[in-house]
């Protein structure tokens, strides 16, 4: 399970209503769709209910890593007044993000709604405001892309159909090897360095979006896995 902890400033945040505050403006960063499966919660800090500190947290959990990649990515060098300087503003410590006194306030399902936990009705308003308010980001960028890119989709969405071995895998991104190295698709790791090479993290991000699309969940995450190390897409 992929965990990531985005922390806040309450002061700085400004608000009677940090919380939402703080939901905004992780909300506004991210595409609504590449958070389909991810849990969250959200509270303050033990070391600020113990008067030690003045931070809000909120915690991302998904089967996918490519979730918490993407919040990462997004969050990482952003300005918003609210988060706590780039260096320590991201938990990556599953351990120490579970320490912490959270509580669950929802998901989002395949269809990208907001299901919530623990009466969290305005976590979901948030996220209703700012998935209606974003720019049609994704579909400007899907119209833009290169016929290379579309191509390269499209043999991604080939290699994946075939299961080379389906007493090892499910779809055809692993392949039986005497190695971890061995087992990944030579030429899918082929098509995900040619698609860092022409727009990076972002570019592998939609790709491996249009393989979740098309073939489901379980396609993307081996796809993940034979990208390991490959661009800056998991170290």
């Not at 976590?123 to 998935?131: G, I, L, P």
Request: glycine content about 8%; proline content about 3%; hydrophobic content about 40%.
């Amino acid at each position: 399970m992929a965990v990531l902890g985005i922390l806040f400033d309450i002061d700085a945040l400004g608000s009677s209503q940090y919380g939402m505050a703080a939901y905004r403006i992780l909300f506004s960063h991210v595409d609504h769709l590449q958070l389909r499966g991810a849990r969250f919660r959200d509270g303050d800090t033990r070391a600020t209910l113990s008067r030690r500190a003045n931070v809000y947290c909120i915690a991302i959990e998904s089967i996918d890593p490519a979730v918490t990649m993407h919040v990462a990515e997004r969050l990482s060098s952003a300005t918003d007044r609210g988060l706590l300087p780039s260096e320590t503003r991201l938990l990556r410590d599953p351990a120490a993000v579970r320490s912490e006194p959270l509580v669950r306030s929802g998901a989002v399902n395949d269809q990208g709604e907001f299901i919530v936990d623990n009466d969290s009705f305005w976590v979901e308003r948030v996220w209703k405001e700012a998935r209606d308010a974003a720019p049609k980001r994704r579909r400007e960028e899907t119209a833009g892309m290169t016929n290379e890119f579309e191509r390269l989709v499209a043999e991604l969405i080939a290699i994946g159909r075939k299961a080379e071995n389906p007493n090892y895998s499910n779809s055809g991104f692993l392949i039986d090897g005497a190695s971890v190295e061995e087992c990944r698709h030579p030429r899918a790791r082929e098509i995900g360095n040619r698609l860092h090479e022409i727009g990076g993290w972002d570019m592998m991000s939609w790709a491996n979006q249009a393989v979740r699309d098309t073939l489901g969940p379980i396609a993307a995450q081996e796809l993940s896995a034979a990208w390991i190390d490959v661009g800056d897409w998991l170290h």
